[in-house]
């Protein structure tokens, strides 16, 4: 079904950028596999594989012997081409006679979503159509990859909706587990053992999903749970997300454990938190079809800045999909490592973090992550958005 | 451990290809996983990352702010740097101090294990070390990684052991499973149940492991198990692995399903088990460092044709390690698909597979696939070999 929606999609995009051909070549799956193949076949391929979109829709594989009856069975190409020695001569007859003026292929400096193609592929492909006087066709497919995956249909945002469901679901256990004396680990333990109660996946690496840092002097991001011990006084925030059906969630919530005697967070730390729910507002206030994620970070980095914290060290937000980190429009500011993401526009469908942050010194960090997706006019919240600190008594 | 090991290993595979610096440049691998990144680091990576070893034996890295604590907890790199914007100014100033006269890095046209690097990220690199005259010393790491992943230290071989005793273990199960009237999909579900009760995970997709073919007309390999139900006279077989420790086992076995009254297979079934029986004994006596795998396919490719069957349309046999499909040279024809890979030679440490198959016509696919490790003198079997049909009563 996804794989028929998204070859039909291609089709349209391939007019809309005024394009020919969209050529996915790729080799042994399970090892080096292009992102966009769970949108055109349903396993892994073995030997040289090509898949091809044609700006009318007609659709042809190229794949080993063994490949062919899996790529059949999908209904979604009009011809598929079996081979036991090799690809070169197949995909060469098939070209001259589609004749493409441009063969857009998956590579991308500024976006890792649309750079499936190694380059070892790259150099045999271009030999191949050398061979035949088509070398200079290839152009990249970014612009058709990023609108593919970027693009939600209503069944690919059903899936995220079911994901943050679950995530907030084992927030919400997790809020009544998390006491003084437990550690990071403990807390992080007993969230996977309700991901595996639920059967499903983290939505990224086991090893920092759930993520959770207690206290001031953590390392903050990207680093697994460790036997550090929750402490009254401490801010306690975690990172999670599960996968439903191959699309993920991702939120970040924030607690506080309250000292004894205490009813509500200190003044510094409701600041903090207030800080960033403020943060997150602007953010979302910019959000719509034709805005740029340069403007919507800028607008957010600046209410942490003028409210006297240092800036976050990371984009705003980014896009959700199959992976955590899946799109190339980014919410972010113009340093060299987010290339032209953060000139992009939004555009409907795209499913969006907001996660700013910030340190509370001696505290810990305070950050919320919610989700949105973009719609015709604004966004619509995908999570129920954190407005107030969990309060965690000791 | 393994990632020290490697890396000490990659420092002297250096000095042996007359190399002077190896570079892994990567970014989002949850989406884009270089292969050769378990060897280098323990979890995923987010921005543009660079993992450098010199002929010295000199370890640098550097990578996102957020991913530092990661890499240098692994004690492997004498120094980690972390960036918050870009990679570019980092990387530039460490190859000015080190000016290495070339730069290998992880493409390759005939190897995918070697082709880690996307071709957005080798544009990328180009362009970097282009601002700091250097482009022209970028080259195929090909021989080094091959060498990495093939020469398989004592630990790697003690994995691939176990994974092995583990799926000879289960197959024993499925042979006091298998009976007429079970459709391929219940034997594969037996199996896979079998798995999951040892906390282990097949070698390759669910979908295809266990692969189980049963009888004439099947679609032969890499193709999901069907309700095609097993019959009396039908040759069955199966294509199964495990993983342990991340290393897999990959190994083929041969049912024959006993007729009303009879002790035996059927003449026809016996000449074809004892014709593979005879072909991996050809291949297995041609195996010592030095031989092609071009010369051992031929060997054991010939005493299929020589009996009047049919040649099988794959290579006879590939490497195993963290992949099913690990390695560089295989023992293959010289087809077009397999590029170089049936021209390289033979050496220590390597883990190869030996798989001929022919069909026995109205009966069904006869193939044995077993395991051996390449030594000094010849080879060692990892796997005890299938010997004799396993035959089943109704």
Chains 1, 2 share one sequence.
Not at 259 to 265: I, M, P, T, V
Not at 320 to 342: C, I, M, N, Q, S
Request: with cysteine.
């Amino acid at each position: 079904m996804l794989i028929k929606e998204k070859i039909k999609q291609a089709a349209g995009l391939l007019r809309e950028f005024d394009l020919d051909c969209w050529l996915t070549f790729t080799r042994e799956t399970a090892i080096n596999g292009d992102p966009v193949l769970p949108f055109l076949v349903p396993g892994d391929l073995t030997w040289h594989s090509s898949f091809l979109v044609g700006r009318d829709g007609r659709t042809k594989a190229i794949v080993g012997r063994y490949d062919r009856q899996m790529v059949v069975d999908t209904g979604a190409y009009d011809d598929v081409e079996a081979f036991v020695t090799g690809f070169r001569e197949p995909l060469q007859a098939y070209l001259k006679t589609l004749n493409p003026r441009t063969i857009a292929v998956n590579y991308s400096e500024g976006s890792e979503i649309c750079d499936g193609l190694t380059h070892g592929m790259f150099l045999t492909l271009q030999g191949t159509l050398a061979e035949i006087g088509m070398a200079d066709r290839l152009v990249s497919a970014e612009k058709l990859v990023s609108a593919l995956r970027e693009r939600k249909s209503a069944v690919e945002i059903g899936h995220i909706k079911e994901a943050v469901r679950h995530t907030q679901e084992i927030y919400a256990l997790a809020a009544g587990f998390l006491a003084p004396g437990k550690t990071e680990k403990e807390v992080a333990d007993s969230m996977y053992g309700e991901v595996v109660r639920r059967g499903l996946k983290t939505a990224w690496g086991r090893e920092t999903c759930p993520a959770v840092y207690t206290g001031p002097d953590t390392a903050q991001a990207h680093y697994n749970p460790t036997g550090r011990t929750i402490e009254r006084g401490h801010v306690v925030n975690m990172d999670f997300g599960v996968k439903v059906e191959h699309y993920c969630s991702d939120l970040q919530r924030t607690f506080y454990i309250l000292e004894e005697g205490e009813d509500a967070a200190p003044a510094d730390v409701r600041r903090g938190f207030e800080t960033i729910v403020r943060s997150i507002e602007a953010a979302r206030l910019m959000m719509k079809p034709g805005a740029t994620g340069l403007e919507v970070d800028a607008a957010a980095r600046k209410v942490v800045t003028d409210a006297g914290y240092e800036e976050f060290p990371h984009a705003l937000g980014h896009q959700v999909g199959r992976f955590p980190h899946d799109g190339t429009a980014l919410l972010g500011p113009a340093w060299e490592k987010y290339a032209r993401k953060p000139f992009r526009r939004l555009e409907p469908g795209m499913v969006f973090t907001i996660e700013p942050r910030l340190m509370v010194a001696g505290r810990g960090i305070v950050t919320i992550e919610d989700m949105v997706v973009v719609t015709e006019t604004g966004t619509e919240w995908l999570s129920d958005p954190q407005s107030e600190l969990i309060l965690i008594r000791g």
